[in-house]
């Protein structure tokens, strides 16, 4: 891709874990990148890290709140007043939480529907017609493993990468004729923070062995987007896992969850 004609990928939740690891792996394929994410200073630490490693190509950053509702209008103006061609929509932003439904009070579960579910829909609505332009684009959305199974103590969470997961598959059916590819990320455990490691600890042996790198999420999921898969499952052993799990009764598994993810109950 020259200079010419490099145009942009855009990441969301892009100052750390999974978002960030994209946005790194998506330079070096040649992309310009744009990070958005909460107005914090990781966020500008991760873009002059990028701009550092990789000195030919273009990075820029939005601080935004995509739990906000005009958060994605926010970022396509931003987009358009500075004429950025982007390609590749990376829809990562999300959040996560476990625990007893009613520990939570309702505004927690707004905010957590409105990221994972009302942005990312916005976004991808929004660019639709930007990606169009191109003679190929894709939009990948970040789901979940959850987005499997039906989660006690993970309700709300495993019910919106479900959310996730159903309208990737959707609306890449929609658009088969159009040159925009919607792939659907569905990673189990990433050790995106040490928060995120001490719960893959409380989860037992298996969610341990099967715990990936931010890193090695995001070069195997653009490799096989880019090859055309769009339901992917980074990891040999939650593929593993997936299968078996689908040959347990419904009631053995919900029990097996319950038992799991109430050990993450805070």
């Known amino acids: 891709m020259s200079n010419a004609t490099r145009t942009y990928a855009l990441v969301t939740g892009a100052s750390n874990g999974i978002g960030k690891a994209m946005a790194q792996e998506c330079a070096k394929r040649g992309y310009n990148v744009l990070l958005v994410a909460l107005p914090e200073p990781i966020l500008e630490q991760a873009t002059q890290e990028l701009v550092s490693e990789y000195p030919d190509q273009k990075f820029d950053s939005l601080g935004v709140n ?147 790198l931010p890193e090695e999420v995001a070069s195997y999921t653009l490799t096989k987007m880019f090859n055309g898969k769009r339901v992917i499952v980074p990891g040999k052993l939650s593929k593993t896992l997936k299968l078996v799990s689908s040959l347990i009764p419904y009631k053995v598994r919900m029990n097996m969850m319950a038992n799991q993810f109430i050990k993450n109950s805070r």
């Not at 906000?68 to 990562?92: R, T």
């Not at 970040?142 to 919106?160: E, N, Q, R």
């Not at 890449?172 to 919607?182: A, C, D, T, W």
């Not at 455990?189 to 409380?202: A, F, I, M, P, S």
């Open 66 to 212: 995509l739990m906000a509702k005009e958060g994605p209008q926010e970022i396509l103006d931003w987009v358009n007043n500075n004429s950025y061609q982007v390609s590749l929509l990376i829809n990562n932003a999300g959040l996560g939480n476990s625990g007893p439904f009613t520990s939570l009070p309702a505004s927690f579960y707004y905010g957590q529907l409105q990221l994972n579910i009302v942005s990312l829909v916005s976004l991808t609505h929004h660019f639709l017609p930007v990606l169009e332009k191109h003679n190929e684009a894709h939009v990948l959305n970040v789901a979940s493993m959850a987005g499997f199974y039906d989660i006690p103590y993970k309700g709300i969470y495993s019910a919106s990468k479900k959310f996730v997961l159903s309208f990737s598959r959707s609306l890449n059916k929609e658009l088969e004729q159009s040159p925009v590819n919607i792939t659907a990320l569905c990673p189990g455990g990433v050790l995106t923070n040490e928060d995120v490691k001490l719960r893959t600890q409380e989860l037992g042996f298996v969610a341990r062995k099967s715990a990936l």
